[in-house]
C-alpha cells in the first residue's frame, strides 16, 4: 500500500491543491442549515440525512427534524413512531433508528456530547468511517477523511487512480491517499471543498472541468479521460416484485393500514394491506387479494376497478404495485399491527414512499 500510494502522490503539489480548492470553497460554498455553526449533532443528523440523498431534497427535512429533535437529549427521549414520521419519505429508514439508537447511547455513555475521537464515534450504530470522518474533521477540525463515492470520483480524476471503487479495498486506498493530502489546517473546508466540488464541478456524467479551480492538478483531464473515471464494476439486475395492495375502507369509512415487522426493510413503517402477486397462477389479480384477505383478516373484500399504479425502487429490488380501492362491511379480529383508521389518524403515521404517494391520491 505504502508503494501504491508513494507512485500515486509522485509529483502531486499537495500543498497548492490544498490552497486552490480551499479558496475555491470559501467563495463558492453553497449556504446549508448545516453550515451555519459546527454543532457535532447537527452535522451527524445531516450527513446520515445526505446518504444516498440529494442536498435540495435534505434541507426541508433537516430543518424540519432539527426544529422537533434540537438536541441528542430531545432525539433520545422521542418516540420511535415520531421519528419515523420526520424522516417519512426520504427513504432507507434503517437510517433512522441506527441514528436515534446511537444518540441515545451518547446521551447514556457521553452525557450528550458527541464523542470527538475514532474509536467511541466508531462503536455507535451506523457511524461508519465515511461520518465519523466528516463529524471529527468539520466539527472538531480533526484531520480524519471523510471518503464517499462523491470524494473518490474527484480523486480518482485528479490523480488518475484506476481502481475499481465497488471495491473495499479502494476505498481504504482512497482514505490513505486523504490522509496524505489533507489540510492539517484547515481539515473542514478540505473534507467540505472536496464533497462540494463533487456536487457542484467534478459531477458523475458531465463534469465542468473548465470551471473546476483544480483542473491544472487534474490528470484525468490532462489526459482527456475525466469521463472515463472513476471505474466501478456494473451492479446486478434487481428483483422486480409485483404486488397488489388495497384502500380498503368499511362502513364508517375508515381505511385499514397494517406495520411492518419490527426488523428488515421498512422495519416499523405503516402501508396498506397488499400481497405479492403470483404471476404463475391460475387466479387473477383480484381473486389473489380477496383469497388474501380473508386468509390473514378474515375479511371479506368487494375489490373496485384499478385505481392506480406506480413503481418504487430500491438498491435490490423494485416494487410495482397495482393499487384499487375495496370496501368491507366485516369487522377485524383484533390485532396489535393492523388497524381501521380515520384521516386525521392516517396524517400521523409514518408510510414509505410508494404508500404515501397512493394515500395523497385518495379521495375522501
Avoid at 470553497?25 to 440525512?49: A, G, T
Avoid at 427521549?77 to 439508537?101: C, F, I, M, P, T
Avoid at 462540494?196 to 479521460?225: D, M, W, Y
Wanted: glycine fraction near 4%.
Amino acid at each position: 500500500m505504502e508503494a501504491k500510494l508513494e507512485k500515486i502522490l509522485n509529483n502531486f503539489d499537495k500543498l497548492k491543491f490544498q490552497f486552490d480548492l480551499i479558496q475555491w470553497f470559501l467563495n463558492e460554498q453553497r449556504i446549508l442549515p448545516w453550515r451555519q455553526d459546527k454543532d457535532p449533532y447537527k452535522i451527524w443528523v445531516s450527513e446520515i440525512m445526505l446518504q444516498q440523498t440529494r442536498v435540495e431534497t435534505v434541507i426541508p427535512y433537516f430543518t424540519n427534524f432539527i426544529e422537533k429533535f434540537p438536541s441528542p437529549e430531545s432525539l433520545a427521549k422521542a418516540e420511535e413512531e415520531h421519528v419515523l414520521k420526520a424522516w417519512e419519505g426520504l427513504g432507507y429508514y434503517s437510517r433512522a433508528r441506527n441514528l436515534q439508537s446511537a444518540v441515545k447511547e451518547v446521551v447514556a455513555e457521553y452525557g450528550g456530547k458527541v464523542p470527538d475521537n475514532v474509536e467511541e464515534l466508531s462503536k455507535l450504530k451506523g457511524v461508519g468511517p465515511y461520518t465519523q470522518g466528516a463529524i471529527l474533521s468539520i466539527a472538531y477540525n480533526i484531520p480524519e477523511p471523510a471518503v464517499d463515492g462523491n470524494v473518490m470520483r474527484v480523486l480518482s480524476r485528479i490523480l488518475l487512480i484506476k481502481d475499481d471503487i465497488a471495491k473495499v479495498s479502494t476505498r481504504k486506498l482512497f482514505e490513505n491517499v486523504v490522509r496524505e493530502i489533507i489540510s492539517v489546517d484547515q481539515p473542514s473546508e478540505f473534507n467540505q471543498s472536496l464533497m462540494e466540488l463533487g456536487a457542484l464541478v467534478c459531477t458523475p456524467k458531465s463534469p465542468s472541468c473548465l470551471l473546476c479551480p483544480v483542473q491544472n492538478h487534474c490528470r484525468a483531464f490532462s489526459e482527456g479521460i475525466q469521463h472515463e473515471l472513476p471505474y466501478k464494476t456494473t451492479k446486478k439486475k434487481v428483483k422486480e416484485v409485483f404486488i397488489t395492495a388495497l384502500i380498503l375502507k368499511n362502513k364508517a369509512g375508515e381505511i385499514l393500514v397494517q406495520k411492518r415487522p419490527n426488523e428488515g426493510l421498512l422495519a416499523n413503517l405503516w402501508e396498506l394491506p397488499n400481497h405479492e402477486l403470483q404471476l404463475d397462477s391460475m387466479h387473477g389479480e383480484s381473486e389473489q387479494i380477496q383469497r388474501f384477505m380473508k386468509e390473514k383478516y378474515n375479511l371479506d373484500v368487494t375489490v373496485g376497478d384499478h385505481f392506480m399504479n406506480l413503481k418504487h425502487e430500491f438498491s435490490h429490488l423494485v416494487w410495482k404495485i397495482d393499487v384499487y380501492p375495496a370496501y368491507t362491511d366485516g369487522a377485524l379480529p383484533k390485532a396489535d399491527n393492523s388497524q381501521f383508521v380515520s384521516r386525521d389518524e392516517l396524517s400521523k403515521l409514518p408510510f414509505p414512499v410508494s404508500y404515501k404517494k397512493i394515500i395523497s391520491e385518495i379521495q375522501w
